[in-house]
């Protein structure tokens, strides 16, 4: 059986125990069917306890059961059931105030907590929220005074039985409305639920001015929080450590402590600089051993000149050298104090977290802060580490900036050479007859049978270019002459053969007028051939200019 619950800060849904609880549960049904608890007050909220209510009066001593409105105050309290036993293990459980002796009436809780066991046994259990926990949450969180009473009124505004088993008892009667609120359950309000509250009423603009301020800062720390920059909203900044922006390059570390030492004890003091280069950032941070001269330095120092610049001092936002220790933990930096060199430790700081290791990765890091030798150097031992770290990465550019030359020299060479190889005018001259070279290389491994054959491709190849060279006039007599030696070698084949010696030489003479021939007959196809590539290629260029010409002219159209 099921009752809904309608507050001012939302609905509830409450299944009641009908089997366990017939007798508490009646009464609650029949108290619900009478309206009886409309525009009660939540009397009593005790955060992480209980929410009470159910007293039509608002003083928490009220209210009567079922049969006390039937048929008399006699009847203001009954006896409950307590068997079986029903605990209250869990936010939201529905129990009725006993009154002592398991003697009940109509007002009754919600719990706020989960295992409430000091209420075992003493009140009776008789249903469980099943919908509207957003609500509890609300109720737990509601501000009270020191009796717990809500300074904002929550009261119930109207109830709703969805299912009710029981018969009515004699003399019941429910209203056909809800009715009205009386002035008895009005008259110990405090804030009305639909009342605004302005929170600014009576403040001054100074106060205004600080309240908007905390607002706009909350935000923006929250914001840092969900980026991640920050481990936590609420966590501050140190108030020992000043901000000093606008620096001079050439301002050291020992300088700014000369002149912040004035002021009182400074702890540390720390110019930021390039990690690669080892030049100024122009900012750096002050650290003093109390927050009484952090103040005095920040009135006195502000727009002071320092190697001929103006410098801006403020007080430091920066924790990324505090560790976190939880809320109520405080804040502790490196062996007691804080660390502002930021590029320092930068390894450790981009590892990812382990989530199987042991121990909390804040204090692994600290172990090794405090393991490395660097931060018990002081300033000027620092300066001089510094000085020969920054001397010898000078170095190191020089001989890659050599290694990236030599390879850049060598790159280019190759790239001579494959042009060289690649040009059309090598290529020619490779095909008609610069092969020497690897015509050599190729009769290395050759029989000495098969090498007259090269010599005459090279006899051949010479030829066609020297005749490329000559006039029509020498193309002619060369024509001639080839003629005259074809002639020549028919007589000699006619001949008989002398001598072994004649026979040689009749051979030479044939082979060089094969030759000759050979290397006439292609002289003269490779000249034509070459003419037909011309005039190929004219006409292609022509054709190319003039389809260039008239896609131009359409395009200015």
């Known amino acids: 059986m099921s009752v809904v619950i309608e507050t001012t800060l939302g609905d509830l849904t409450v299944d009641l125990f009908t089997s366990e609880r017939p007798i508490a549960c009646l009464n609650f049904l029949k108290l619900c069917r009478l309206k009886y608890y409309n525009f009660n007050l939540f009397h009593t909220v005790q955060q992480g306890f209980i929410a009470q209510t159910g007293d039509p009066s608002g003083a928490g001593d009220g209210g009567s059961s079922i049969w006390g ?45 989960e295992n409430l066991t000091s209420l075992d ?18 109720l737990n969180d509601a501000i009270v005074d020191d009796g717990f009473r809500p300074y904002q009124d929550i009261r119930i505004t109207h109830t709703v039985v969805l299912e009710d088993p029981f018969p009515n008892p004699r003399g019941l009667q429910a209203p056909s409305r809800s009715p009205s609120p009386s002035a008895e359950r009005l008259q110990n309000g405090r804030i009305a639920a639909d009342e605004d509250i302005d929170d600014t009423d009576g403040m001054t603009m100074e106060e205004l001015q600080e309240m908007l301020a905390e607002r706009e800062a909350k935000a923006r720390a929250t914001i840092l929080e969900i980026v991640g920059d920050l481990p936590d909203a609420d ?13 001079n390059p050439v301002t050291t570390d020992d300088d700014l402590e000369i002149i912040f030492s004035r002021f009182g004890v400074v702890k540390g003091c720390e110019v930021i600089r390039d990690r690669k280069t080892g030049d100024s950032l122009q900012y750096a941070f002050v650290e003093f051993e109390d927050q009484k001269s952090c103040e005095a330095a920040y009135f006195k120092m502000d727009n002071v000149l320092i190697d001929d610049r103006r410098i801006h001092v403020d007080f430091s936002q920066s924790v990324s050298k505090v560790t976190w220790r939880g809320k109520g933990r405080g804040i502790v930096g490196d062996e007691g104090r804080l660390d502002f060199d930021n590029l320092r430790d930068n390894k ?31 300033s000027v031992e620092r300066r001089t580490a510094r000085e020969q770290r920054h001397q010898e990465q000078n170095k ?3 001989d890659r900036h050599n290694v990236r030359r030599r390879s850049r020299s060598r790159e280019s060479r190759d790239q001579r050479r494959s042009r060289r190889v690649n040009s059309p005018h090598d290529r020619r001259r490779n095909e008609n007859g610069g092969g020497m070279y690897r015509e050599t290389v190729r009769n290395q491994g ?9 010599r005459n491709r090279d006899e051949h190849g010479r030829n066609r270019n020297s005749s490329r060279n000559q006039s029509p006039k020498g193309k002619r007599k060369l024509s001639g002459s080839v003629e005259k030696s074809k002639k020549q070698a028919k007589r000699n084949s006619k001949r008989p053969a ?23 007959e292609s002289s003269g196809s490779s000249s034509s051939s070459e003419e037909e590539r011309r005039k ?22």
């Open 69 to 113: 409105v039937v048929e008399g105050l006699q009847k203001r309290f009954f006896e409950a059931e307590y068997l079986p036993k029903i605990q209250h293990s869990s936010a939201g459980m529905l129990s009725l105030v006993s009154a002592g002796k398991n003697l009940v009436g109509s007002q009754f809780f919600f719990t706020l907590g």
């Open 121 to 138: 046994g003493s009140h009776c259990v008789i249903g469980e929220v099943v919908e509207g926990h957003e609500v509890l949450r609300k």
């Open 235 to 247: 966590m501050a900044p140190p108030e020992n450590v000043l901000f000093v922006c606008k620096l």
């Open 348 to 378: 450790d700081r981009r590892k990812p977290n382990n989530n199987n290791s042991r121990g909390r990765p804040e204090d692994r890091r600290d172990r090794k802060r405090s393991e490395d030798p660097r931060n018990r150097m002081s």
């Open 396 to 398: 190191r550019p020089d």
């Open 446 to 454: 050759r029989s000495p049978e098969r090498r007259p054959q090269s």
């Open 498 to 520: 002398s001598s072994s010696s004649d026979s040689s030489g009749s051979s030479s003479s044939a082979s060089e007028t094969t030759s000759s021939d050979s290397s006439a």
């Open 536 to 557: 190929r290629n004219k006409k292609k260029k022509a054709k190319s200019k003039s389809s260039y010409k008239s896609k131009k002219k359409h395009h200015k159209k």
